[in-house]
C-alpha cells in the first residue's frame, strides 16, 4: 500500500498492512482485501517460484532484511454463513467465479511456512559502501525470487531508505547504465534524489532492459560539485524498485488512456553538457 | 610487511610489496626475498586450497577488493650462472635443501593464473551498515580460502581499513562473542579501536574458537555513552585478521622463549560491570 | 495399456506390454505397435527431460521402482523390403509422412541407455507410513521427469498399488488439499477408494492447480468412523496418477465431442457437513 | 537419557530432558546437567558440522521427524553471585576450567537458530515398506550430520519405534550385511527383536564397518518361518542407532575395566546351518 | 565473417575481424560495422545466457580454444558530432530507432569483463581420437552457451579445422545418427569432406532435431574401402556449426525468395546401398 | 599384474585378469588370488571414495574408457567345506585373521553395482591434439577416485597406450613440469618414451608433488630435432600413472632393502644444456 492501510482476511489469518510495509500472498490462497478510505499501492505478481531472503554472502549472518522481522498471521476463523459468497480465482490468466454459502476463511489453525507475511520496510538495515565507490543496487534487495538461472531474478524487490551517505571521491547518486534487468520504480512517500521532479507518490517509472539512464541533469550537477561530508539521504522518503530479468509490458490502459504517461521524460537529460575539453 | 618493504624476485618476476600491501605466493613457486633494512610481517600459511575472492551476493558486481586491484609481476628472467646455488623447499613438513650452478628465476616469460600477486589494501572498498546494527566482520573480507565444506572457510584474510561510521542506534565496535572460528589479529600500523592498550603494530592477538571475546572496558563504556554521529574510524590504522576454521598452535617460541605473552590480557575485561538492576 | 496388450516394435527390438506394465519410449525413436484386439490405454507425452528414477533419500539403496526390474529390449531386426512404408514424425508439434522402400528396424544390435523399456508394476516396493499420520503421495512416485527448477517435476509418474494401510490415529484416504501440480488420475482396474462411483477403468479425472479436492463424502465418513487396524486396500486396483507443474488443456474432444464429462462431479462433496459446534 | 531425567540448564534456557526424549546441545554452548536420582544414557559428540532433519526425497514435505516437534528452550536467565563458579571446556580434546563470581546464565533473551533443542521419539512418523522387501534402515533417520562427501554422514541417528510390519514374501528382521559406516546402537527400553538375550537397555553393540552381522539364530529361524501376517513390532520398546563412516573406538575402560564385554557374542550365529542341498 | 574483412566499431573500441575469425558482441553493446568491400557472412543470436568456454573435463588445463586466444579491443573514443546518428535498437523483437547529435562511441576506457571480443579459429588446438573409434563432435567445441538443463546448450559453436586423422579400424567421417539438437552448418572456405558437392563457401545446411542424417554416398565408399593411414584432412577448409538445443526456424527468404534451397538434398543418400548378405 | 595372469575368486564370482587387464575390487569384498606361475604387478589401495570414470566435458559421449568395455564377474558359488579357512581382513590399518570351516565364495547370485570388475587396457580409446601442442595427462585418465574437493583426485588411473602422435610445431614428449600431484609410474611391458634406460617393465618412477620433472636429455634432444610427421608411438608398450593429490611414502623395503634404487636418476637430465644466447 502506498496510502490507505489495507486489512487483509486470509485463510491463515489476518494481516493489517500500512503504508511503508509490504505483504506477500503465495499463490493459492484465498484472501479478502478490506479498506478504510481511499486506497492505492503497488502490485507484483510473479507466475513461477517464490520470494526469498537473499544469500548474503559476505554480508555474513545477518544484515539486510532480518529474518525475525517478517510476520505471518496468527490462527483466526470465522463460521460465517453467507448466500452467495464469491470466489474469484485467476487460473491460466483467466478469472474464474465460485459461489459457495460460507465464509472461506474457516481454517481453524495451521503450521508449515507456505503462508502470508508482512515486513516493515523501516526494519530493513541498509547496508552501502562507507569508504568510496558505488554499490551495486543489488544490495538494496529486500527479498528475491530467483529464476532457474543462477544469478538472475525472475524478480527482486529493492528499497531505498532512509540512510547515510559517506562515499568519498564517489559520484554518489545512482550511476549512468544500461542493464539486462527491466526496473520499475514507484516512490511510497517523499523524494526520490535521482529525479525529484515529476517522480511523486505513487507514480512510477519504467526502464527497460538495456535502455540506457541515470539521474536527471540538476541531480548530476548537484552530485558533481557537493562537497562529500556523511549525509543523511531519503529521510521521509521510501522509494522501491522491482526489478525483472523479464520484459515488463504496459497495458493500454498505462500507455494511453490514463493520460498519466510523461511524454518529456526524455527532457531531464537534455541539458546534460560535453565534458571532451581538447 | 608490517615494517620495511619486501623486494621479492619469483619465477614470474618481481613484486615490491611495501607495509599496507599483502602478497599471496602460490604453492611450490621459487622465490626470495631481499630486504632493505629492518623488516618484520606475518605470514600465514594454509596447506590445502587456494585462496580467492569471495562470492559477494547482494553486494553485486563490484565492492571489497575488485579484481582489477590485483597486480601480477610481469615478465623478467635473470641469465646467471652461480656457483652453489642452494634452493630451499618445504615438503611434508620438512625443509629440504637443492645446489644448483645457476638462477632458478631463468624463467623468461609466462602466461596462465597461477601466479604470486599482491594488493594494496588501501584499494579496497569497505561496505558496511548506514543505517543501524552490526555486520558479520565477514563484510571486510579480501580473501578466502573456502575448505571442502560449503560456507567454511580454511581460512579468511579480512581487514579493518579507515572508513566511516554511522550506524544508528547501535553498539559500534566489536561485539562479544564466540564462534566457531579462530581469530588471529595484526596491526599493520595505527591504534585499533577495541583494546588501545597492549595491541601495537607488529603484536598479534588469538581468540580460538569457542573462546568468548570482545572490546575492552574503557571501549565498552565509551562506545555506551558516545553521540552517535557519522565518525571517521580506523583513519591512520590497518589491522586486520586471519580467521580460520581450524586450531591454530602457538610456536613454543611464540608462547616462552620470546617472552612477549602479555599474560595479563584477561585483565582489560575486568572493570565491565553487571547492568541488572532488579 | 488399459485394456488389452501392445505388441511395440522399435529400432531397438520388440516389446510386449500388458496392462498393469507401462512403457516409456524415448523421443525420436521409430516404433510401431500392434494389437491383438479392442485396446485402451493412457499417454503421457513430455516436451523436456527424461523420466528418471527419483532419489530416494532416507529411503536408501533399495526401494520404489527398483532398477533392476525395468526391462529393455534385446537386439532385434528384420531385413523386409516394402514398397511405400511410411513413417510419420512428430516435429514442432505437426506430423510429417516419409516413405521408404524398406522396414526401418533394420537395426542389428544397440549398446547405450537411451533406450525404450517397459516396467511391470506390480513388481513396485510400496513404502508408506507404519506408524501414523498420512505421506505425501511424491512417495508413490514411480518415475519422474525433473523440470529446470529443483525440486518441481515436468512430470511425476505415480502409481497407488495394492498394500497394507495400517496407520493409526489417521484418516487414512488422500486428504483434503490443493496444490501447485496438475493431477490426472487414471485407473488400470479395480476401483478406487476416495471415489467409488463415477470413476471408473479407462476413465480419468482431472485436478488442476490450486484447485482443491478431496475424497467424496461416502469415504469421508466411511474413512472418519472406521475403526483403524490393519487393512489391505487397493487389492485388484491400479490407480495412477500424472502430476504436473505444467497446466494440462482438456481437448474440444475431451471435453464436448465425447459427451463423457461427469457434469455431476462436484456433486461428490455436497452432502459434507459442517462440523463447527459451537 | 536411558534412565532418569536430565534438567538441563543452557545459556539459551531450560530443557526437560526425558527418558525416550533426545537432546542436541551445540558445539560452544555453556550448559549444565541437574539430576533427580540415578541416571543412565547415551552420548555422541561430532566435532565437524551439525545435526540436521534428512532430506526427504519422495517422501515429501511431511515424514520422519517433522520440524515442529523439536522443542528449543524459551528465555531464562539467573541474576546470581556464585563464589567460583568452575565453567568446563574441552578444547582441541582437553578439558580446561575457567572460575568466574557468577553464574553464566545470565543470558536474558536470544533469538536466532543456533540453539540446544530436544525432540521426542515417541513423535516420530514411521515409514516403511506396506507391500514387500526391506527398506535401508536410513528410513528410520532422525537426525543427520552430513560429512563433505554427499552421500556419506559423519553421524547419523537413526531410531526403531513401535511400528507395524506388513511385508509379505519378505525376512522382516534386518538382514544379514556388511557396509562401510560403523553401527553403534542403544537400547532405551524393551526388547529388540534381532537379539532378544544379551542386549539389554543401557547397553550396546558395535559393529565395526565391513564386519558382517545380522540376527541370531533364534530370530532368524523365527522369522524364517513365521507366517507373515501384520504385526505390531517394538511395542514397548525403543532401540537406535549411531552410524557413522567413521571407525569408533572404544575405550580401555568400555574394553576391559568395566568388566561387561560379552565375549561370546559371536555364539549367537554359531547355530546358523547351511541350507545348501545338492 | 566468410567474405571480406569487418572493421567493427564498439562502445569498447574496435575491432578488426577477418574471414577465419569469429566476433562475439554481447547483449546491449553499441556498435558499428564498416565494410572494405563485398562481404557475407554468419551471424547467431542468442536470446539467453552468454557463451563461454567448456569445461574440459578430462581434457585437462588446457586444449581446445585457450583463453588466451581471446582478443578484446583497447579503449578507443571518438569526440565527433553528428546531425542525426541514428542508432537502431532491438527491443522483444522489434527494431527502435533513436536520433542523437554525437557519436555513441565517445567511451573513453573500461574495466570489467563484459566487452566484446573476438578469436582466430587457426588458434584452436583440435583434439581427437589417435587410436580407434570416433569421437562426439562436442569435441571440436568452441565456445558453449548453457541452457538451464545441465549438459544441454542453447548452443555450441563448433569447428572443424585442418587436422590429423589417424584412427584405425574406423569409419572416419561423421556417422549417420540423429539427435536431440539441431545443427545448422557452414563453410567459411575450401571443401566440407561428408558432402563435397553443393556445399560450398558462404552455403549452409541445417538438419533439425531428430532428423536422420551422415555422410553422402560418395564418401560413405569412400571411407568404407581406404587404407587407414595417417591423413591431413580438412586442409584449406574451414567448417563449423551452430548446435542448438532448441528449433530453428528457417525465414520464408530462406525457404523461398532467393531461389537457393536445394530441393535434391536427399538425393546423396539414394544411392546408398543395402548391406544384408543372408 | 605385470607378469603371469591373476586367478581371482570373490563373493560375486571369478575374475581372470591378464598382463594390460587391471581388475578393481571394492573395499569389504572377501577375494583370494590364484596364480599360475611367477606373478609381478602393481597394487593401488584408495582409503576414501570409490574409482568412476571420468566425466568427459566436451569428449562427449564416448571416449577414453567406455563402460560397455569393463566386464563383472558372473555368479559362482562353491558349496565346500574347508577345515580353518583363514580370512584376512584389514581394519585400521590392521590385518585380522577370522578362521571358519567353509569357503566364503558360498554366495549363490548378486544383484547391484558394488561389484569386483576388470578391464582390458588394449580398449582405451587414445584421444589427443590432432593438430598441435600438448594435451594435460588428464586426457589418459581410464578411472578417477574423486576427492572432496571438486577438481582434485584422491587418485586418477592413467595409461600412456599405443597411439598416432601427429602434433606440429610441438614438443611431443611429456613437457618439464612440477604440480600439485604426486606422479607414479609403472610399466607392464615395452619402452617408455621420455625414459628408455633405467626404465623397465615392473619397475617404477615416483615424483612427489611439486618436484620437477621432464623427459631425459637424449629425448628432449631426440625430439627437439625429429621431423614432426605421424608417429606411431608406444606400439608393444603399455605404461601408467597412478596420480594423486596426496603424498606417497616410500616403504623402508622399497627405499634400502630392496637395494633396487636408482640412486643415479637425477644424472638423465644433467647432459641439458642451457640455451640462452645473448
Same mark, same amino acid.
Given at each position: 500500500?502506498?496510502?490507505?492501510?489495507?486489512?487483509?482476511?486470509?485463510?491463515?489469518?489476518?494481516?493489517?498492512?500500512?503504508?511503508?510495509? $509490504?505483504?506477500?500472498?503465495?499463490?493459492?490462497?484465498?484472501?479478502?482485501?478490506?479498506?478504510?478510505?481511499?486506497?492505492?499501492?503497488?502490485?507484483?505478481?510473479?507466475?513461477?517460484?517464490?520470494?526469498?531472503?537473499?544469500?548474503?554472502?559476505?554480508?555474513?549472518?545477518?544484515?539486510?532484511?532480518?529474518?525475525?522481522?517478517?510476520?505471518?498471521?496468527?490462527?483466526?476463523?470465522?463460521?460465517?454463513?453467507?448466500?452467495?459468497?464469491? $470466489?474469484?480465482?485467476?487460473?491460466?490468466?483467466?478469472?474464474?467465479?465460485?459461489?459457495?454459502?460460507?465464509?472461506?476463511?474457516?481454517?481453524?489453525?495451521?503450521?508449515?511456512?507456505?503462508?502470508?507475511?508482512?515486513?516493515?520496510?523501516? %526494519?530493513?538495515?541498509?547496508?552501502?559502501?562507507?569508504?568510496?565507490?558505488?554499490?551495486?543496487?543489488? $544490495?538494496?534487495?529486500?527479498?528475491?525470487?530467483?529464476?532457474?538461472?543462477?544469478?538472475?531474478? $525472475?524478480?527482486?524487490?529493492?528499497?531505498?531508505?532512509?540512510?547515510?551517505?559517506?562515499?568519498?571521491?564517489?559520484f554518489?547518486?545512482?550511476?549512468?547504465?544500461?542493464?539486462?534487468?527491466?526496473?520499475?520504480?514507484?516512490?511510497?512517500?517523499? %523524494?526520490?534524489?535521482?529525479?525529484?521532479?515529476?517522480?511523486?507518490?505513487?507514480?512510477?517509472?519504467?526502464?527497460?532492459?538495456?535502455?540506457?539512464?541515470?539521474?536527471?541533469?540538476?541531480?548530476f550537477e548537484?552530485a558533481s560539485n557537493?562537497?562529500?561530508?556523511?549525509?543523511?539521504?531519503?529521510?521521509?522518503?521510501?522509494?522501491?524498485?522491482?526489478?525483472?530479468?523479464?520484459?515488463?509490458?504496459?497495458?493500454?490502459?498505462?500507455?494511453?488512456?490514463?493520460?498519466?504517461?510523461?511524454?518529456?521524460?526524455?527532457?531531464?537529460?537534455?541539458?546534460?553538457?560535453?565534458?571532451?575539453?581538447?
Amino acid at each position: 500500500p502506498q496510502q490507505g492501510p489495507l486489512d487483509i482476511t486470509t485463510e491463515f489469518g489476518r494481516l493489517y498492512v500500512k503504508p511503508n510495509e $509490504i505483504c506477500v500472498i503465495p499463490q493459492g490462497i484465498r484472501f479478502s482485501v478490506a479498506l478504510e478510505g481511499p486506497s492505492r499501492g503497488y502490485i507484483l505478481e510473479v507466475y513461477d517460484g517464490h520470494f526469498r531472503l537473499p544469500d548474503l554472502g559476505p554480508i555474513g549472518a545477518n544484515g539486510l532484511a532480518n529474518p525475525r522481522d517478517f510476520l505471518t498471521p496468527t490462527a483466526h476463523f470465522e463460521d460465517r454463513s453467507v448466500d452467495g459468497y464469491r $470466489i474469484v480465482s485467476k487460473f491460466q490468466g483467466a478469472l474464474f467465479v465460485a459461489t459457495q454459502n460460507h465464509s472461506p476463511f474457516d481454517v481453524v489453525g495451521w503450521h508449515g511456512n507456505y503462508v502470508p507475511y508482512k515486513y516493515d520496510l523501516a %526494519r530493513f538495515m541498509v547496508i552501502n559502501s562507507v569508504s568510496f565507490d558505488h554499490c551495486d543496487p543489488s $544490495i538494496f534487495t529486500v527479498l528475491t525470487c530467483p529464476s532457474n538461472r543462477p544469478g538472475t531474478a $525472475i524478480a527482486d524487490f529493492v528499497v531505498f531508505p532512509p540512510r547515510w551517505s559517506v562515499q568519498e571521491h564517489t559520484f554518489r547518486p545512482p550511476y549512468y547504465h544500461r542493464n539486462c534487468m527491466s526496473e520499475f520504480m514507484g516512490l511510497i512517500f517523499g %523524494r526520490y534524489e535521482a529525479k525529484e521532479g515529476g517522480f511523486l507518490p505513487g507514480g512510477a517509472s519504467l526502464h527497460s532492459m538495456m535502455t540506457p539512464h541515470g539521474p536527471d541533469h540538476r541531480c548530476f550537477e548537484g552530485a558533481s560539485n557537493a562537497e562529500l561530508k556523511p549525509e543523511r539521504i531519503a529521510d521521509g522518503t521510501q522509494a522501491f524498485m522491482f526489478e525483472s530479468s523479464l520484459s515488463m509490458a504496459v497495458t493500454r490502459w498505462g500507455e494511453e488512456t490514463c493520460q498519466k504517461l510523461d511524454a518529456r521524460y526524455y527532457e531531464c537529460w537534455q541539458a546534460l553538457e560535453k565534458h571532451f575539453h581538447l
